[in-house]
């Protein structure tokens, strides 16, 4: 069974920098290329930020998408995040198709 597990989240400033991590187990590296990331802040609907080449237009020039078949991880690179950033974050596929991860929560907040 494919597994997920998400970490590098915290809190940061207004302006700062994180690195997410999702840690794929379960299947081969070719998985990494179909996976994305998505968030759900609270009171919302969960999103997807970034996906391939293609990300959510609050994100874009921010966020950049990239993946280490080596280690069977999906990255995350955060820069310039913003208040409205905050979220809880999670990988899976673009069909959703795995099992949710627990996520990794960022808060961004002075």
């Known amino acids: 069974q494919v597994r997920v597990v998400e970490s590098g989240g915290g809190l940061v400033q207004p302006g700062g920098s994180l690195r997410l991590s999702c840690s794929v187990s379960?299947?081969?590296?070719?998985?990494?290329?179909?996976m994305g990331w998505y968030r759900q802040a609270p009171g919302k609907q969960r999103e997807l930020v970034a996906l391939?080449?293609r990300y959510a237009d609050s994100v874009k020039g921010r966020f950049t998408i990239f993946r280490d078949n080596t280690k069977m991880t999906l990255y995350l690179q955060m820069n310039s995040l913003k208040p409205e950033d905050t979220a809880v974050y999670y990988c899976?596929?673009?069909?959703?198709?795995?099992?949710w991860g627990q996520g990794t929560q960022v808060t961004v907040s002075s």
């Open positions: 391939w080449t």
């Open positions: 379960g299947s081969g590296f070719n998985i990494l290329a179909a």
């Open positions: 899976n596929t673009a069909a959703q198709s795995m099992a």
